[in-house]
């Protein structure tokens, strides 16, 4: 079973990601506009998110824009504001859990073995926590390569990674590797080494055996 140091080691690498992920959902700098060609416009900067469009001037002046209607988006841009969601929500689910089993809390009562398994359901829901968010990242990554390799798009309406993707991914990461080491709490080991095969002991000869 997993000691209350490696628990609490993997809640702490689980939360910071986490919060990497709640960042990347709210930063509107998934794609930022490209400057691949000699006809760029440099004066202006070009930042797309999950909720809203930004254009930042040379001045220094920044103008956001939040998208009218949601079934009007793009099908990939839709697909990864409720993967990123989800992941919020089951990443804050499994805190909660994790927090009941952790061997360094109160609750959950007093059992080892169910406190462990509460512990190993919490990563275990950090794992799909993390994984959600993956694919969310890895999708629009995918997005963002295949538009710009268009040969058919304007060389002016490309758009590169933004800062927000990365730390999604490393948010990810985090959450998964998180969820891993909370999922060492498996009490199986610890039922496996406290029990014993009962003893055998040798039958006694019977009488005509010393005839």
Known sequence: MANSGL????????LIGWVGLLASTAI???????????????????YKGLWM???TQSTGLISCKIYDSVLALPVPLQATRALMVVSLVLGCMAMIVATMGMKCTNCGGDNKTKKARIAMTGGIIFI???LAALTACSWCGHQIVTDFYNPL????????????????????????????????SC?????????????????????????
Request: aromatic share 12%; glycine share 12%; with cysteine.
């Open 7 to 14: 628990q609490l080691l993997g809640f702490s690498m689980a």
């Open 28 to 46: 509107p700098k998934w794609q930022m506009s490209s400057y691949a060609g000699d006809n760029i416009i440099t004066s202006q900067a070009i």
């Open 53 to 55: 469009e930004c254009v």
């Open 128 to 130: 799909v926590a993390g």
């Open 153 to 184: 798009g304007a060389m002016n309406s490309k758009f590169e990674f933004g800062p927000a993707i990365f730390i999604g991914w490393a948010g990810s990461a985090l959450v998964i590797l998180g969820g891993a080491l909370l999922s060492c």
């Open 187 to 211: 009490p199986g080991s610890e039922n496996k080494a406290g029990y014993r095969a009962p003893r055998s002991y040798p039958k006694p000869n019977s009488a005509k055996e010393y005839v």
